[in-house]
């Protein structure tokens, strides 16, 4: 089976750096994706990673650590309309989302 | 243009009922998703179609049935509605398989009183 792991919230100031952290277990790896869902929205797609290293993305960018199952989203330069869910999903045999991250960025 | 969208954006209806969510694409992607979230935000994928085909079936209940007339449009059908079917249902669709960015609908709110 497949199973991931992301802290369930995380707060910081704007301008501030943070960083979201997955774990997963699975199966058949492919890649790992990074997913924002504001509240009463739909999810959108940020970045993927389907080998070891760091993808920037403007101020978003992500990594991944294959033989660490392990993989982060780093946003910098925090924003008030950063604040919503993240969710980490794995590529495997089937396609699996993170339980996700609510970031609340305060003033 | 809309990219993916869903009807309708609100669904109430009581148990037992037959209810449908039409989604439809204009994006020419080969690949089509259901997915459902529930009331604390998990997301989970319950279908999958790559050129009309189903190519992935997660354990849901035979109640739930897609369709796809053609490529770039995925129904959901559900029968006999029960209190737990009560989420937000997401149609995607993406160019290839599940490492392809996946493009979501707005959603649908389903509410089975």
């Known amino acids: 089976g497949q199973s991931l792991e992301q802290p369930s919230e995380v707060t910081a100031v704007e301008g501030a750096i943070v960083q979201i952290n997955c774990t997963y277990q699975?199966?058949?790896?492919?890649?790992l994706s990074w997913y924002q869902q504001h509240d009463g929205g739909a999810p959108t797609f940020l970045s993927y990673n389907g080998l070891d290293g760091l993808e920037e993305t403007g101020r978003f960018s992500s990594f991944l650590s294959r033989s660490d199952s392990y993989g982060y989203l780093l946003l910098q330069e925090l924003q008030m309309k950063d604040s919503a869910s993240y969710f980490c999903?794995?590529?495997?045999?089937?396609?699996?989302f993170g339980p996700g991250t609510r970031l609340s960025v305060l003033p | 243009d809309t990219a993916v969208s869903q009807t309708p954006k609100y669904l109430v209806t009581q148990m037992g009922n037959d209810k449908s969510i039409k989604c439809e694409q204009n994006l020419g992607h080969d690949t089509m998703y259901w997915y459902k979230q529930d009331s604390k935000k998990f997301l989970k994928i319950m279908f999958s179609?790559?050129?009309?085909?189903?190519?992935i079936n997660e354990t849901v209940p035979n109640r739930f049935s897609p369709k796809s007339p053609d490529k770039a449009h995925l129904n959901l059908h559900i029968n006999s509605l029960e209190l737990g079917d009560s989420a937000v249902y997401f149609c995607?669709?993406?160019?290839?398989?599940?490492?392809?960015?996946?493009?979501f609908g707005p959603g649908t709110r389903l509410t089975v009183t």
């Open positions: 995607a669709s993406s160019l290839g398989g599940f490492s392809y960015e996946q493009y």
């Open positions: 179609y790559n050129n009309k085909e189903l190519i």
């Open positions: 699975t199966s058949g790896f492919y890649g």
């Open positions: 999903a794995v590529s495997g045999q089937n396609f699996v």
